[in-house]
């Protein structure tokens, strides 16, 4: 997210980022002890820093959404590294991705500037990035930790325009290489492709 400065299409119509709230967490109430050091398809990720990762974005996005600009949205999450999740991660996140749903469907959020790790963005970017950000690190999630993801069409078809605007080589901090899938594949395996992971991933034997 940090190392992003380009300028993307705006989006005409908002999005609900419930659906995808509610599968990632879905997703994180399967996740166990035992997998907290598991790999992800992050690269040198663990499920723990991801989910670390994923308490932080929640909350930056939320006060991104109310124009509440401070230390959550004026510098990375992951500045010094991608954070572990904290023990009580589960309360965190339990509290957090409802108020980050409710923050984006009030259509102010989607109206004029915000600013969310360290980039000033037009609301409209920013929570296309919120959805982005819920929909694809809910596939890492449920990817790492051996459990099926499902994605509503509304939500993967705004993501899946959403990377299409980035170089296909890839962006540094947000999208490694595409990677080539057949043509006829669903459209969450077209965006996550599209972003840089193998919808084929599975965890390490």
């Known amino acids: 997210m940090s190392e992003w400065r380009g300028t993307l299409a705006l989006m005409t119509d908002l999005v609900d980022l419930g659906p995808a709230g509610r599968q ?14 598991a ?8 499920v723990r820093q991801l989910l670390g990762h994923v308490v932080g974005l929640t909350a930056s996005f939320r006060d991104a959404a109310h124009k509440e600009l401070g230390a959550r949205t004026d510098t990375s999450p992951d500045a010094d590294g ?17 108020e980050l749903v409710a923050a984006w469907r009030e259509p102010a959020a989607w109206e004029g500037m915000t600013r969310a790790g360290g980039v000033d963005l037009p609301g409209e970017v920013a929570g296309v990035v919120a959805l982005d950000e819920l929909v694809l690190h809910g596939w890492d999630l449920a990817r ?29 901090g947000l999208f490694g290489p595409a990677i080539p ?7 969450l395996d077209r965006l996550v492709a599209r972003s840089g992971r193998d919808p084929r991933w599975t965890p390490p034997a």
């Open 181 to 187: 899938v057949a043509a006829k594949t669903s459209t």
């Open 82 to 98: 991608w954070p572990e999740a904290t023990d009580d991660w589960r309360a965190e996140l339990a509290a957090r991705l409802p």
């Open 39 to 46: 790999p992800t398809p992050c690269a040198g990720r663990s």
């Open 24 to 37: 990632l967490m879905t997703i994180a109430t399967g996740v166990t002890d035992s997998q907290l050091d």
């Open 144 to 172: 790492a930790t051996g459990q099926e993801f499902a994605c509503d069409e509304v939500s993967a078809a705004a993501v899946q325009a959403f990377v299409e605007q980035f170089d296909p080589a890839g962006t540094p």
